[in-house]
């Protein structure tokens, strides 16, 4: 193609995305701001040929809804025939016939590029109806007398035999350029660069449950988002949709805003669809205002599913003496063991345990009790709020205690799940260890294979990952890097004396290196960390945010780096990092932040695996 003809091209295309928009925007826009999706066209497919389903066309676009622009058909990302542009395996009819695939670049609301993909060696001279050429600004029929458009099946085709894998890369110029630049707090819609591995996963339908595992940015947060968009779009086929609401469960609260913007772009703002970390969740089951502080679980007891059964056989006996109990009602039966006649249990393991539970004012306030507590909230009152869930999307559920996927059961009403994680980055042993345990928790069927993997990792480069993966156990150490190339970590031995200007230096390097981006510092001792940067004049502009001449920087431990990312990242001090069980998950999470660019500061030995020179 010339650059003439792109140019001119491009010029079509910039029309029909106005032309789009306009028709698809007052129904998208609420009263939201700038989250709310603004009806961007994705992409465009050319078939072989003209064909009946598209009334003797050939060629249709995809968008983020339907639209019918004067016989220009654009079919949302969710109906089925979306999978000729995202090559998903689930096969529509047309999948078949796809002779060129076009893929919009936005840069914000503007369409700035486009990008085609030819995908048979049959593509007709034209692929694409060109409106500045080819459609005459005639006088336009009344609407009422244009004839309906033959309706697309919904339903998809039995899968083809083809060559299209879920492992091809599509959109690969697109997806390197979206990579390379700078990351923002909070996540983007992807929809343009969605990988066909990854669609597979967001189109399974609701009623499905299914575990997916991943290696750190392979993808897991945008299955979850653009899962949660699908599972409620109205243009998602019905037999792959629910009647109530999506609960999309994280592990802080810098991950509800790190991921609530792409899922409000990607619905319209739809409030079927709720973002709540766990510790959210439990404070609004128990309409607390201030997160309850210290350590998720001090022993295995506090988060053990007993407790459940407990909280559940406890609530009869305490109605038989308080007409309406409350929370406290409960939790103080329990610490007495219930009464002589009922005890709660005769296990003397679990007695000296109810009996050492603290007071309920100290129990409220304390983040290993809060899963107990909201357990007994739960049972006893539910909060309107969180009914009519009937899918639950957990992400980090590695995270997730025995208790806190009771908890979840008990929310779930039609017990339909996707959990997503990663075993490597668990941060406590008083979380299950296996997936196949959390699947017998939870008691459901779960599709085959059990356990579904995205292999791919997008967000960090490959000298990153090699250097994070030592911490692995050798048969998940291979790397499989989307990006191969950038910098080497940087490991840099410090004294005490030196490490505060070896903090300082590097944030201020690394604020330069990427003057649009995010830096940040991981650190098991967030407040000696904080004060190195006061002392060297930043100030705090919020809670873990701090800044200078105009630029940022995030301060925060390993576990409130859960599920997020930055471009560059200086972890200090990892042998302070908290271990579990000898695994070194909260240093792995940290190691594997950056997009860009790992810097490592040290004082002490580097734990051993670390040291290996790979
Ligand atoms: N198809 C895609 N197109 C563009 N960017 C993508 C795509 N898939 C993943 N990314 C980007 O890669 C980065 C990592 O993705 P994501 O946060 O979903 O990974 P993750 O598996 O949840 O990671 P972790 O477990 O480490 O938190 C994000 O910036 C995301 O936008």
Redesign the pocket.
């Known amino acids: 193609m010339t650059l003439n003809q792109k140019s001119l091209d491009l010029e079509d295309e910039r029309t029909t995305q106005k032309r789009y928009r306009s028709k698809v925007r007052p129904k998208s826009v609420g009263t939201r701001g700038p989250a709310v999706s603004y009806g961007a066209l994705l992409g465009r497919i050319a078939l072989r040929g003209p064909n009946e389903l598209l009334g003797g066309h050939g060629d249709f676009y995809i968008g983020e809804s339907y639209a019918n622009l004067d016989g220009v058909r654009v079919f949302s990302w969710a109906a089925p025939v979306a999978c000729t542009f995202f090559r998903g395996s689930q096969h529509h009819e047309l999948c078949h016939e796809v002779a060129l695939i076009r893929a919009f670049e936005h840069q914000g609301e503007n369409l700035v590029d486009f990008h085609d993909e030819p995908m048979s060696d049959q593509v007709p001279a034209e692929p694409f109806r060109k409106r500045t050429l080819r459609v005459p600004a005639a006088p336009r029929r009344p609407a009422k007398l244009r004839p309906p458009a033959p309706p697309m099946p919904r339903q998809p085709a039995p899968p083809v035999a083809e060559t299209i894998t879920t492992t091809t890369v599509r959109?690969e110029a697109?997806?390197r350029a979206?990579?390379a630049a700078p990351?923002t707090r909070s996540?983007?819609p992807?929809l343009?660069?969605?990988?066909p591995d990854?669609y597979d996963l967001v189109t399974v339908p609701a009623m499905d449950s299914m575990i997916i595992e991943?290696?750190?940015?392979?993808?897991?947060?945008?299955?979850?988002?653009h899962r949660a968009a699908y599972l409620v779009s109205r243009d998602t086929p019905p037999e792959n949709t629910l009647d109530g609401s999506v609960l999309v469960v994280g592990p802080t609260a810098a991950y509800s805003h790190?991921v609530r913007d792409v899922i409000n772009r990607l619905t319209g703002g739809s409030d079927r669809v709720r973002v709540l970390s766990l510790p959210e969740l439990m404070m609004t089951i128990l309409d607390m205002e201030k997160p309850p502080a210290g350590e998720i679980s001090r022993t295995s007891q506090d988060v053990d599913e007993n407790l459940a059964r407990f909280v559940r056989a406890a609530i009869p006996h305490v109605r038989k003496k308080v007409l309406h109990p409350g929370c406290i009602d409960v939790y103080n039966h329990l610490r007495r063991n219930g009464t002589g006649d009922h005890p709660v249990t005769r296990d003397p393991k679990w007695m000296g345990y109810l009996y050492g539970l603290p007071t309920a004012s100290d129990a409220l306030a304390q983040r290993a009790h809060t899963p107990l507590m909201a357990t007994i909230q739960w049972e006893i009152q539910k909060p309107p709020t969180l009914t009519g869930v009937e899918h639950i999307i957990v992400?980090?559920a590695q995270d997730v205690t025995a208790l806190e996927w009771h908890l979840l059961a008990s929310i779930n009403e039609a017990d339909a799940w996707t959990v997503?994680?990663?075993l490597n980055?668990r941060r406590s042993d008083h979380t299950k260890a296996t997936w196949q345990e959390v699947v017998g928790l939870l008691d459901i069927p779960v599709g085959d294979p059990p356990i579904r993997r995205?292999e791919r990792?997008?967000?960090?480069t490959r000298p990153i990952l090699e250097y994070a993966n030592r911490l692995l156990p050798a048969a998940d150490r291979s790397v499989l890097a989307f990006q191969q190339d950038g910098p080497q970590p940087v490991v840099e031995k410090c004294s005490r004396t030196t490490l505060d200007t070896a903090l300082v230096s590097q944030v201020k390097r690394l604020n330069a290196a990427y003057p649009k981006g995010t830096v940040a510092v991981i650190t098991a001792d967030p407040e000696a960390a904080e004060t190195r940067l006061r002392r060297a004049g930043w100030a705090r502009v919020r809670a873990g945010v701090w800044e200078r001449t105009q630029r940022e920087v995030t301060v925060t431990h390993p576990d409130g780096a859960?599920?997020?990312?930055f471009d560059g990242v200086v972890v200090v001090e990892p042998a302070d990092f908290p271990q579990n069980l000898g695994r070194q998950g909260p240093l792995y999470?940290a190691l594997?932040?950056p997009?860009r660019e790992l810097v490592v500061l040290h004082t002490k030995p580097l734990p051993d695996k670390l040291r290996v020179v790979s």
């Not at 990792?457 to 960090?460: A, E, F, K």
């Not at 859960?562 to 990312?565: Q, Y």
């Open positions: 959109a697109m997806l979206q990579l990351r996540l983007a992807v343009a660069t969605l990988q990854q991943g290696q750190p940015g392979t993808g897991k947060t945008i299955v979850a988002s790190h992400d980090e997503i994680g990663d980055q995205l990792g997008y967000r960090s859960r599920g997020l990312e999470t594997t932040r997009n």
